[in-house]
């Protein structure tokens, strides 16, 4: 496990496209899916990372919530799962039951779709407003595996309350920390230095 930082992609960046299968019910799913909606999060996440799982019933709880809400919630893996078969379209489909996700969770197998969005870590969240420009992206909150710190989603919650409410996300936005996206041999981007985040 490599500890990795957000890239921090360029505030007002317009939303990359997609078009990925849904593993939760075989649909493909794509960025025009979402029109209409006032706010869309994307989340780059897996199955086997801890941090991800350290926070998979606050994902679920926070999809919930903020899909009551108007708000577009997709989540994205794309690691390469013949060295992580963990993270198979079945075990995805499989965490995406057991966990309640209530929002699409779909494959990136080229792993273009995580370049295109400079992801680097699971979990890294992306906020993108109406007119789909990047908003917000950072942590999920402070908390972290054995940090002891409650999972409450306040800094993911913060930015798309302000986007809600027609306000600005907050200036201040730290990096998600997790594990390093599992690129496939050849396939890691110029971004990703695959040094250790401090």
Not at 40 to 49: A, G, K, P, T, Y
Not at 169 to 186: D, L, V, Y
């Amino acid at each position: 496990m490599v500890k990795t930082a957000s890239t921090m992609l360029s505030l007002g960046t317009e939303a990359p496209d997609f078009s990925l299968p849904n593993v939760v019910d075989g649909s493909t799913v794509s960025l025009d899916d979402f029109a209409g909606k006032p706010v869309l999060v994307v989340i780059f996440m897996c199955n086997h990372c801890p941090f991800v799982k350290h926070l998979r019933a606050g994902l679920a709880d926070f999809a919930r919530n903020y899909q009551q809400k108007g708000v577009a919630v997709v989540g994205i893996s794309s690691n390469d799962v013949t060295a992580h078969p963990d993270d198979s379209p079945e075990k995805m489909a499989e965490e995406a039951h057991a966990t309640g996700y209530t929002f699409p969770y779909l494959y990136d197998e080229d792993q273009q779709v995580a370049q295109a969005y400079q992801a680097a870590c699971t979990p890294d969240f992306f906020v993108f407003d109406k007119e789909r420009r990047l908003a917000y992206r950072g942590q999920f909150d402070d908390s972290r595996p054995e940090s002891g710190i409650p999972v409450t989603g306040k800094d993911l919650r913060a930015a798309v309350d302000a986007l809600l409410a027609g306000k600005p996300a907050p200036k201040e936005q730290r990096p998600s920390i997790g594990c390093n996206i599992k690129w496939k041999p050849g396939r890691e981007p110029e971004y990703y230095t695959g040094k250790p985040a401090v």
